[in-house]
């Protein structure tokens, strides 16, 4: 892993350092289907971003779908975990001087007990820059948090269980009030579908807005974040949502999105 890492620090040139100012509200939706994953996200200012991954011979790959022939270039180590350790490793976070983790999702898209076991046996390789849970409390101070969807998501009493994590997990509306740590769940998410009946042709009536609050404000009584996929990916969705609460906003649109939380708040 030393050799893959002085290669990544070799290679990683100037102009791939994050340069814009971070944006704690910013969810890269399957940042992987960008031109540059991770680095277009970085450029944008995003803190947070998703990788779905499948468990091909032992080796953890990253596709929406599971491929005939993966590329070998397309694992979750060489467009993710290499490409953060070289920043960490090069300016001491993600973003300098940014506090906060940056976020890594990970969607895991093939049977939990294999896919987690390998993940964990990988990501155990970066401890060093990553956030660890140990007997239920979030360690500080780290630059990566990592926290799992998918099939992990099915799974979530396992993480309550386990006395030394190196990834949180994403939980569903239904394991609130069921006693699982926010250090453990850091984030509540669901399909804007499920939650809310507004479909973004005009401004949500008063039942929309309640719908939409009641999400956010039942993650948030557990000091969970709350994050909707297959939101409204626009400038009217994204400030619906934004008002609602809504911590994580999931987009495609990287460089709109970017735009739009930068914009000045109305006084």
Partial sequence: MLRALVFFLILLPAAQLPAAEPLPGAHAHNDYEHPRPL???LD????????????????LYVYHDRPRRPDPLRTLQALYLEPLLALVEKQGSVYPGYQPPFLLMIDLKTGFEPTYTALTELLWHYEAMLCRVIDGKLEQGRAVRVFLSGTASENPYHFVDSPQLVAG????????????PADVMPVVSDSFYRVSSWRANDEPNARQWRELH??????????????????PDHALGWRVLQEAGIDLINSDELKGLSAFLREPTPE
């Fill in 214 to 231: 009641a999400f956010a404000e039942a993650a948030h009584a557990e000091g969970k974040r709350a994050r909707l996929w297959a939101a």
């Fill in 169 to 180: 997990v994403d939980g569903r509306p239904h394991h609130l009030g069921k006693g699982i």
């Fill in 44 to 59: 944008a200012g995003f803190t947070s971003v998703e990788a779905d991954v499948h468990l091909i011979d032992g080796v």
């Fill in 39 to 41: 680095f277009d996200a």
